[in-house]
């Protein structure tokens, strides 16, 4: 079961004794400077990382706001500084779609790709296949709807990946390795 790492969360993020989801608030908490804590960007990773098999998790994004990203990044991404190295797409070592007010885009190497959405998501899925470098999300409710696919060859541990703008993501339980070919 995917679970959100609080070690990793910038400190205006609060994450739940359950470590099933982040919110924004208004202040910084007094917290550890741990070396994994991101430092600029308000974001957090999974406790989870992936460096083979098929793995599939789900993303609440009701309460998120207008601003959210959703994806994927390597363990060894920087956490300090406020520049593209430290944001979720910006950077080679890591993927994600975006959302701002009415827009969406997925990035990755701070490239976007924009997308056309007509109906506001409720649930994202990200879908990983390491061996075959497939990153790829969908609106999984209110229908399911595939909406771009990452392919590249990954080199390092693959670690879901959030960030917010306002609001909270929240993981739900239906999280799961995937077993067997496609």
């Not at 070690?7 to 470590?19: E, G, K, Q, S, Y």
């Not at 990773?45 to 601003?67: K, M, P």
């Not at 470098?133 to 209110?142: M, T």
Request: with cysteine; aromatic share 14%.
């Amino acid at each position: 079961e995917v679970k959100l790492n609080p070690r990793t969360a910038h400190p205006n993020l609060t994450v739940t004794p359950d470590n099933k989801m982040a919110s924004c608030g208004r202040f910084r908490w007094f917290c550890d400077r741990a070396a994994e804590r991101f430092e600029s960007v308000m974001q957090v990773l999974c406790a989870q990382g992936f460096f083979s098999g098929r793995h599939y998790w789900e993303v609440d994004v009701r309460g998120a706001g207008r601003g959210w990203w959703v994806g994927a990044a390597y363990g060894s991404m920087s956490r300090k500084g406020s520049d593209d190295a430290c944001s979720l797409g910006r950077n080679k070592m890591s993927w994600c779609l975006k959302r701002f007010d009415v827009e969406y885009w997925c990035f990755h190497d701070n490239q976007r790709v924009p997308l056309v959405i007509d109906e506001e998501p409720q649930r994202v899925g990200v879908f990983l296949d390491f061996e075959e470098g497939i990153l790829s999300f969908h609106i999984v409710f209110p229908q399911m709807i595939p909406l771009y696919s990452f392919k590249t060859k990954f080199t390092d541990v693959v670690y879901p990946a959030f960030r917010l703008w306002e609001g909270s993501v929240k993981l739900p339980s239906t999280n799961a390795k995937l077993k067997g070919k496609k």
